[in-house]
């Protein structure tokens, strides 16, 4: 018995492995759209399914009311599920999912179920659902299905029944394991449970899917929530009095209207974590309760949730019985919102019966909410507004506002505030810098005025630009000890606004917070850095810590950028020093007094007995200036000093400095040039606040350390730093005595220093940094400040040591026309140029030219004058980007004759008009004399090369002098002819780069717009150049027919070429390309070539080519240049011949070496090399330059592809009846609208690596003619290929007879159109009018690169499959139908059926014939052995008849291909004979006699008897051993033909050898073991014994008159009984 177990297992397996389940039941038509769905949860509430975050529909079907629609939407990442369960914690659930697969982005229906005991999801093996759709876009998966509603399956639910439903939106992917798709672990992901039991079948109410978390045992029935407008009684809102759907935080109160059981709350909050009321019987909210609404940092989702505090430790945790009633929750715009009711009392031991007394906090935290243990609760918090309220209030009751705080809470205040004043009222004790400036738009203001409502309180207004806080304190004396401040302080935690009240205390002027807050706030704002607020405080408060403020006081106004400190809870304001503004002068009665404050600017003067004049007056003119441009107005000015006499007191110098730099400007003066024991009179800007400080420094005699006097005797009277510019205006006594200032009526060098270094903060002082080299300079000779009335000469940088004598006259005017010009791009305008060069006659003085110069450079432009095309010995007029300060210098230099070396002159000859760096762009304006003079100047009224020099290497700074960094071939270049700077006034002509070297060529013009190129290679084929992917024309020059013009265009990062050689390999190739500077982005037009022997490539020293145009934008490079067809340069080809031309795209960058541009190593880029050889200065057909891989020997002549929205005839499409464009597969080929004779084919399918059409005259695809479009693994671009099976080999056609027209991949999906002729006369390619089977396949496995090509990969049963019937591509129309599961599901049938028939019951009937005769003597081992045989007799029949039906439909309808398949062949012919000797042997069995009964005699045992039962024994074993061996072999043809496993995967063949050959050898060893020798029971025994039989029955027989070998029928029939 043990045997027939191990068999029957054995068939079990084969049969589950063979044998897929199909659903018993067929789909349904699915919903249409905008079908109504019955039992619906969306949210948010009411929402379109279209535009809702999760939505879940169930219906009844219109077609098949025993089945039910679903439709799913969710935000989600992973997938989204319904579930169906008996128990709320959904074990044993049903569940339905729409899953992203994660290897493929596809959306896979899909029918599993939980394990009972831990939750873990399986995939159903029967899968019961119906797909409509499925999508996943914009983090959304949707999807509608359908599921009958009682399907039988044991895992599925009885939908007509009362469950839970779990709704899920999941972010974790799906998982694979096994080659299934199984739902990821998800956990408190919203959706969540439904509240009470639904049944899907019957039920229309909408399901209460809560938000998370989930609450696991309340029972509350909710009230609907309050009207959009509805009014609430008990409300907190800051700004006072705002909307709730514009406030910081707005909290409200009311009563439910539709059951007053139940209050309605709306919370508004500024915050990123959560916003909750809690209510307490104590302000410090132990045993609070606490309702929350909470971003769940998971999915940013607002959770409202029921929380307590737990009363020792503060901390929150959620109730475990959630009894609130959400109505909407949002976070929008850092704001968190929501509206909720909760019942008055719930009777929850957690919940406070909220109609009694509690205090109220209201808190907004930006701290994320946490999860632990898979709940929401909230994180801690602190000092985070608003706060806790005065007194309790009782929510179910109460209607006044509630009074929150802002932080600092106030203890114990009892002051009732007036009313705060009206806009735009007028202040009577003003401070305001600058002086008269509007609140709105001061840097500094404080304003103080009597109020209007009641006069024993004072209206403030205090605006600051500071980070920390702004203050005004009173106090006794200027030290401020013992001070009453009041205070606006960025709250640091939130950025919030406090208005305080502090005091200093007397000995330590430590700021501490007032117990009574006496302030009353009106409004409070921090934006753009600059704090403002307006409040109140009474005259007199009577507080100890106040003063009162009707009486004299210093005032000191402080606007701080240090944040405020909090210190146990309490805020209060930081140390601050030397910070705009400062002290006032004089005492002041804030009560009374209404003159303006004299608050000094920064830093305080801590000796000085200085009594400062007034100020010079608007428009003062000053006497000793300095003005950078010469001329200029300070307001204009670069850089501007100016000195002059006060006109209020003599003693007093005025200065004005105005400076570009970011850290300070200054004025020293000193004996010496190198300015040691320098007194330096300085504005800077203060680094950590941005004001400026005037500042009186000196120099320290030994190392020239700035260090601020301690007697600040400067007399400020304005400073800004606007725009990058710093302006100041202040006074300064002649002789102040003090010992580190200089008498100034003497005789000094001054320096005038503009320095982009920050000042140093160092022990609270600001002194200025180090400076180096930096714009303007030291005078010249010395002068007297206090008598000198001539200008300063303070040159620009470099400084210019000897004597310029030049008088500079006016500028151009803007707008003025230059007649000398290069404008890049031609015709440009100067304002938007690349480039731009203009000349002009000065209007002024004609022997003078004006000169504007614009670049896109980092470093430098420049125009050089020389004799020769080199530029040695050039005047070079330059406008330099110093460096150090970002500022543009304009100079006058000059070339060494020898090493081109560039040199500053030391006589400037130029007059700087204007000079600019923005935007990536050099420009300045500036005039130079025709003849200066000057033996390093040329003489402008002569004929020069010139060259206009664009570079981004900085100018090099060196011993004080900025000199002009090397450069090498970049835009633009040199000048092909001579011109005269003072007369000419046509255009210069000066190429693109790069500047060749020594050539001679002389360019012709530029083919025009639109012009037509007779060697044309265009992709996609037929396209104009400015749309095409890739384009190169070559065609004879208008001007000169010894040169060609070029156009080239290729969608790439780094360069394009084209190369021409002798051979396919490139070697000695020459190339010319246009490549985008990396360091630039500028395209260079390069004549290059390669190396013979390692194709490395290097740019030509002589550069033959004439640049006309060359772009890059969008990814598309373009150019367009000439090259003369034989240039006589030994690296260049003589083009009028033929040669292997090869067109690269490549996005690896160009390399920079020594200065030079080379092109990068390319591989496997579109496009590639000609196939034959051409001659560019002849030939006109165009050049067949395929896509990679390329192909060697196609002549194909492409029609035009068909136009959008042709429409084919013959066409599969998956779904049926979709659109191209949306289709998942798609299929269509009809005949080319320009040429009959080619057919156009369109596809489509969902796939990573290729897809394609194969035709061939068997099901089974070999020798197979195969279209492909496949995505290139190098390069990512779609392949259109002509490849053919070989066997099942697919093979790359050395003639690609394919006309691309499109081919891209998008979204996972891969689409093409192109053509081929019908008959290309191939003999690799199909002729298409003929019938074939058609086999469309989409398969992920990407194409491989075999020996440069590219290849197909095996694929196995993918979508589609193959077409049932032949078609006639070439005439056929209609829809191709896919073949059907039947051959497969037939094909495993015929296999079980024969591995049942002979391992299973023709091997267990020799197992009862071979030794079961002594067990069962009786004779039924004989009826057992026949019933077996028999029943393997009509199995096995059932089992041809199914196989021959099977194959129906193949070319020899019944028969599988057996045509070069020795494995088919062996299966078939074993499988007939052992099939014929199955059908004899039960004919043979009708000659043997039941056991006991008479035997035949004579001849009939030597025929038909003993020996005809043992040879039919023998034959029995031969035929089982054939048959058994048969099926391996149809195992392992099965995997082949029908599942295509990979070559040498049998996964049911070995299993199959393996049982067979357990079972074969435990036979054997029985039948050993039986008739072992001398056993009575053994075969040779009995063998033995029948032998004796036989003498004795054919004795008898001849005893009876019967002759040998004569047998009656009738004595048969007789002698058998």
Known sequence: MGQVSTTAIASLIFAHLC?????????????????????????????????????????????????????????????????????????????????????????????????????????????????????????????????????GDPQDKDLNGDYYEQFAAVDNPAVISGGSVSLSKHKHQTPSISKEMVNPAKDSTPLDIALLPSSSSSSVGCPSGPSSGAQYRLVTAIPAGCDPSNCDYYLGIRTNDEDPEFLDFMMVGKAQGWIAIGFSLKQEMPDADVLACAVNPDTSQVVVMDTYNVPDDHNNIPDTIQNVCPHSANFTGGRISCVFSRAINTGDPQDKDLNGDYYEQFAAVDNPAVISGGSVSLSKHKHQTPSISKEMVNPAKDSTPLDIALLPSSSSSSVSCPSGPSSGAQYRLVTAIPAGCDPSNCDYYLGIRTNDEDPEFLDFMMVGKAQGWIAIGFSLKQEMPDADVLACAVY???????????????????????????????????????ISCVFSRAINTEDPQDKDLNGDYYEQFAAVDNPAVISGGSVSLSEHTHQTPSISKEMVNPAKDSTPLDIALLPSSSSSSVSCPSGPSPGAQYRLVTAIPAGCDPSNCDYYLGIRTNDEDPEFLDFMMVGKAQGWIAIGFSLKQEMPDADVLACAVNPDTSQVVVMDTYNVPDDHNNIPDTIQNVCPHSANFTGGRISCVFSRAINTGDPQDKDLNGDYYEQFAAVDNPAVISGGSVSLSKHKHQTPSISKEMVNPAKDSTPLDIALLPSSSSSSSVSCPSGPSSGAQYRLVTAIPAGCDPSNCDYYLGIRTNDEDPEFLDFMMVGKAQGWIAIGFSLKQEMPDADVLACAVNSDTSQVVVMDTYNVPDDHNNIPDTIQNVCPHSANFTGGRISCVFSRAINTGDPQDKDLNGDYYEQFAAVDKPAVISGGSVSLSKHKHQTPSISKEMVNPAKDSTPLDIALLPSSSSSSVSCPSGPSPGAQYRLVTAIPAGCDPSNCDYYLGIRTNDEDPEFLDFMMVGKAQGWIAIGFSLKKEMPDADVLACAVNPDTSQVVVMD???????????????????????????????????????????????????????????????????????????????????????????????????????????????????????????????????????????????????????????????????????????????????????????????????????????????????????????????????????????????????????????????????????????????????????????????????SSPLRVILTRVHGILMVVAWPVLAVTGIFFAAWMKPVLRNGWWFQIHRSLMMSSVFVSSAALVLVFVANKDNPTPGLIELCNRPKAIAHFGIGCTVMVLQIINPMVALCRCAPGTLRLQGEVWKRGGLEGVKRGGVEGVKREGLEVGNTGIGASLFEDTISKAPAGNHTILWPLIAVVTFVTTLLIVLIIAVNRPGSANSIFHLLAKDKEEEKVLIGEEETVGYKPGIVKKTTLIEACG
């Not at 959904?90 to 982005?105: G, H, I």
């Not at 019961?128 to 999508?135: D, I």
């Not at 007397?506 to 302030?519: A, F, L, R």
């Not at 002589?1102 to 772009?1111: E, K, R, Y």
């Open 19 to 151: 044998l897929c389940d199909e659903s018993p039941r067929g789909c349904p038509a699915g919903p249409s759209s905008g079908d109504q769905y019955r039992l619906v949860t969306a949210i948010p509430a009411g929402c379109d399914p279209s535009n809702c975050d999760y939505y879940l529909g169930i219906r009844t079907n219109d077609e098949d009311p025993e089945f039910l629609d679903f439709m799913m939407v969710g935000k989600a990442q992973g997938w989204i599920a319904i579930g169906f369960s008996l128990k709320q914690e959904m074990p044993d659930a049903d569940v339905l999912a729409c899953a992203v697969n994660p290897d493929t982005s596809q959306v896979v229906v899909m029918d599993t179920y939980n394990v009972p005991d831990d939750h873990n999801n399986i995939p159903d093996t029967i899968q019961n659902v119906c797909p409509h759709s499925a999508n996943f876009t914009g983090g959304r998966i949707s999807c509608v299905f359908s599921r009958a509603i009682n399907t």
């Open 492 to 530: 640091p935690d939130t950025s919030q606004v406090v208005v305080m009240d502090t005091y200093n205390v007397p000995d330590d002027h430590n700021n501490i917070p007032d117990t009574i807050q006496n302030v009353c706030p009106h409004s409070a704002n921090f934006t753009g850095g600059r």
């Open 1088 to 1378: 290059t070539y390669n190396v013979p022997d390692d194709h490395n490539n290097i740019p030509d020293t002589i550069q033959n080519v004439c640049p006309h145009s060359a772009n890059f934008t969008g990814g598309r490079i373009s150019c367009v240049f000439s090259r003369a067809i034989n240039t006589g340069d030994p690296q260049d080809k003589d083009l009028n011949g033929d040669y292997y031309e090869q067109f690269a795209a490549v996005d690896n960058p160009a390399v920079i070496s020594g200065g030079s541009v080379s092109l990068s190593k390319h591989k496997h880029q579109t496009p590639s090399i000609s196939k034959e050889m051409v001659n560019p200065a002849k030939d006109s057909t165009p050049l067949d330059i395929a896509l990679l891989p390329s192909s060697s020997s196609s002549s194909v002549s492409c029609p035009s592809g068909p136009s959008s929205g042709a429409q084919y005839r013959l066409v599969t499409a998956i779904p049926a009846g979709c659109d191209p464009s949306n289709c998942d597969y798609y299929l269509g080929i009809r005949t080319n609208d320009e040429d009959s004779e080619f057919l156009d084919f369109m596809m489509v399918g969902k796939a990573q690596g290729w897809i394609a059409i194969g035709f061939s005259l068997k099901q089974e695809m070999p020798d197979a003619d195969v279209l492909a479009c496949a995505v290139n693994p190098d390069t990512s671009q779609v392949v259109v290929m002509d490849t053919y099976n070989s066997g099942y080999n697919n093979i790359r056609d050395p003639m690609q007879s394919l006309c691309s027209h499109s081919a891209g991949t998008s979204n996972g999906i891969i689409s093409c159109v192109f053509s081929r002729a019908i008959n290309t006369g191939d003999p690799q390619d199909k002729d298409l009018n003929g019938d074939y089977y058609e086999q469309f396949a989409a398969v992920d496995n990407l194409a491989a690169i075999v020996s440069g090509n590219v290849t197909l990969t095996y694929h196995g049963s993918q979508t589609p499959l193959i077409s049932k019937s032949t078609v006639n591509p070439a005439t056929t129309n209609g829809s191709v139908s896919s």
